[in-house]
């Protein structure tokens, strides 16, 4: 009998899939965390460390310059994490296993950051953390989008920009008990400004432990689709039906609708699989030669590295400083950022109720809109020759609004879609080699803007990176395609999808007739389906 794709099945919001997703953002709270812990606390380690040569300065060349590496060397540790990734032996250790090495890289990281006793061993340990950043950033959203049943593989997916936000909003938070930096000579400081600074860079090592018990002991459930790839069928089934809270009967009944609607599931599996085994591996370079991969590689990497080069992780990481210049009181700075913060999490959470509802293409291009238009905002309220016309205890004020309101546009859009949309976009044959070039792509254009904006002003950033993000919203609108509701197993970016909404990548536009490239090969011919719902038939 024939059964529709997603039956009427409905899956538990909190069921076994959502308390793994609950254990699995752990590491996308990690995440957030090591972005802006030093936010905060970045020029009292100046003064600790006497970086510009006396015990009460924080602001030299010197100081920039050692801000900028540690602060960005976990996004070099990142690259690394992502390069190791795409090894075809990592992949077979599973997306759960690879988020516990990844515990044990923020563990050793922590550790050493919090014993640390100067510029080089602060690297050091942010290097450490970076490999498990990169580890996890793509082995997150993969274990997220493997276990969530597709009926909310979206919103789950959302979570992980959720959790990066509240990472965050925590490190910021956190650092509102310290004091400002001294400002003058025989200034000093004192109390917890001391050693409070250890506590924060520590912090990652007790979440990390936590999550490292949880999904070894608490949670041992790897996904149904790494179970089928290790041949062990009835445990993906059985798997299959815990995700969506029914009990596995011993023998399948295909009039049961649901039932009937899970069994094709595992059958979309075992074909995916059976697929991938008769493929030889595909390296990445071999894809952008090929005429049927290579749109999805370059695309995959042009978002990967329009995520960072945006500017986010630079204006996260230097809030304090970059509010200081737009005229805010040394007082109020880490407050100011704290809210700032605190709205990219409202946003996060909005935005992980719209990306199954909205669509990942217009949740992107609504985002880096408003990023652009932000960023010309902020450039205007500080800018010397407009804001002139504003007075200075308005513009500071309404700049930080502004700046918020970037933030909160990235993680609307490019925060909380990016990695979904990767993870959807490429066919099963080049999907662990993309991910590992897109992560690599991404955590080296991070490590630019990273240390690049510890040189920059509030006015220079803002001129940069709203170029950026125009040029990026225009590559949006021309070139990315919708993939809300496609399954995982099949690329809407190839000419069988059918799903692409771009003119210039959609070989059956209207508007724009599709050229035939010279070495593309005709398509195979395609079995017709006697529903237009994707309705299929139960071998």
């Not at 061993?121 to 793509?138: K, M, P, Q, W």
């Not at 959720?162 to 938070?173: E, K, N, P, R």
Request: glycine content about 8%.
């Amino acid at each position: 009998m024939s059964a529709d794709r997603s039956g009427d099945l409905q899956p538990p919001t909190f069921g076994l899939a959502g308390r793994i997703v609950f254990c699995v953002v752990m590491s996308s709270f990690l995440f957030g965390y090591s972005v802006c812990v030093l936010n905060s606390c970045g020029d009292l380690l100046a003064v600790v460390f006497e970086w510009c040569g006396n015990d009460w300065q924080s602001d030299c060349m010197h100081s920039r310059s050692a801000q900028g590496l540690i602060n960005a060397s976990v996004f070099l540790g990142a690259a690394f994490g992502a390069l190791l990734s795409g090894r075809s032996w990592f992949s077979k250790m599973g997306s759960r296993n690879q988020i516990l090495l990844s515990d044990l890289f923020f563990a050793l990281g922590a550790l050493i950051c919090g014993l640390a006793i100067g510029k080089w061993s602060l690297v050091i340990g942010r290097l450490a953390s970076g490999l498990g950043l990169g580890i996890s950033a793509i082995a997150g959203p993969v274990l997220i989008a493997e276990i969530s049943p597709r009926e909310r593989r979206g919103t789950n997916a959302a979570m992980h920009g959720v959790f990066i936000t509240v990472g965050i909003l925590a490190s910021i938070a956190f650092g509102i008990p310290q004091s400002p930096p001294p400002s003058e000579p025989g200034m000093t400081i004192s109390g917890l400004d001391v050693w409070y600074w250890r506590v924060l860079l520590g912090l990652p090592l007790f979440v990390a432990f936590v999550q490292a018990i949880l999904l070894s002991q608490v949670f041992p459930c790897d996904p149904p689709s790494l179970l089928v790839a290790r041949s062990d069928n009835e445990g993906a089934r059985k798997m299959l039906y815990r995700i969506y809270n029914m009990d596995m009967p011993e023998k399948p009944d295909l009039k049961n609708k649901q039932q009937a609607s899970l069994e094709l599931q595992l059958k979309d599996l075992k074909d995916a699989v059976d697929t991938a085994r008769a493929i030889p591996h595909i390296r990445v370079i071999q894809a952008m030669c090929d005429p049927f991969l290579r749109t999805a590689v370059f695309l995959g990497v042009g978002l990967a590295a329009f995520q960072q080069l945006c500017g986010i992780n630079g204006l996260m990481a230097y809030s304090n400083s970059l509010f200081a210049d737009a005229g805010l009181k040394p007082s109020s700075l880490t407050l100011a950022s704290t809210l700032m913060a605190t709205g990219n999490v409202c946003a996060s959470l909005f935005s992980s109720r719209m990306v199954d509802h909205w669509g990942r293409r217009r949740l992107l291009l609504t985002g880096s809109a408003c990023q652009t238009i932000s960023m010309a905002v902020v450039a205007l309220l500080i800018d010397k020759t407009t804001g002139q016309y504003i007075p200075q205890e308005i513009a500071g004020p309404l700049a930080v609004v502004f700046f918020t309101l970037f933030v909160m546009s990235f993680s609307f859009g490019l925060g909380a879609v990016t990695w979904l949309y990767l993870s959807e976009i490429y066919p099963i044959e080049i999907r662990g080699p993309s991910l590992s070039a897109c992560g690599i792509i991404n955590w080296l254009s991070s490590f630019v803007v990273v240390f690049g904006t510890r040189f920059l002003s509030l006015l220079s950033a803002c001129h940069v990176f709203g170029v950026v993000c125009f040029i990026g919203f225009l590559g949006t609108y021309i070139w990315v395609v919708e993939t809300k509701g496609c399954s995982m197993e099949d690329s809407p970016l190839t000419p069988r999808s059918g799903r692409a909404s771009s003119v210039l990548l959609t070989p059956n536009s209207s508007s724009v007739p599709y050229t035939k490239m010279p070495d593309e090969e005709e398509p195979a011919a395609l079995p017709k389906s006697k529903k237009s719902q994707g309705s299929r038939k139960l071998s």
